[in-house]
């Protein structure tokens, strides 16, 4: 258990495996926000990067399967494990995930690779 709550960065498929597909993205991003809850529940504060990239990459008008999106998706990810204590790693082949996990080992965070190994807080009272 541990008493602080840590800002865990979900990792997973997105665009890969898709061809482009928003409507196999959308189910990809779905699964990745699955997560969330478990993470929250356990006391902690879970972050996707496609949360932060997407309207990133609205903003500059272009889209997940536009050319500047690997110009945006990654180093949104990069940015965020810099804040980030822990990455959670769901299953699938994912070249973006799998780039956020070697970044978590070179910077000493934990890599899990279900939601049971992540230490729960310990409860504390809210104000």
Known sequence: MTDKPMLILIAGPYRSGTNGDPDAMAANLARLEAAAWPVFAAGHLPVIGEWIALPVLR????GPTDPLADQV?????DRLLARCDAVLR??????????????AHRRGL??????TEIPRRTPQETV
């Open 59 to 62: 903003s500059a008008g272009a």
């Open 110 to 115: 934990p890599v899990y690779h279900d939601v």
């Open 73 to 77: 998706l990654y180093p949104v990810a």
């Open 90 to 103: 769901l299953p699938g082949d994912s070249v973006g995930a799998d780039q956020d996990v070697a970044i």
